[in-house]
């Protein structure tokens, strides 16, 4: 049902963003809250939102 499909994409939306912020914090030594807001600022100055950003993160290790 919808209400389920959507909680499912609120999961995995969760789960991009704690592995983009475990690897920032990793990768950086930023604390986890650093992460948070260094994920922020990139999807506001590209326009895009915080999900898409981490995504690319994970993927490539690269903000662009």
Excluded at 3 to 15: F, H, I, P, W
């Amino acid at each position: 049902d919808v209400e389920r499909s959507r909680g499912l994409g609120d999961v995995y939306k969760r789960q991009v963003l704690n592995n983009a912020k475990k690897f920032i914090t990793e990768t950086y030594g930023l604390t986890e809250e650093q992460a948070t807001d260094l994920l922020s600022k990139n999807a506001n100055r590209q326009g895009r939102t915080i999900t898409d950003v981490a995504r690319q993160l994970v993927e490539t290790g690269s903000f662009v």
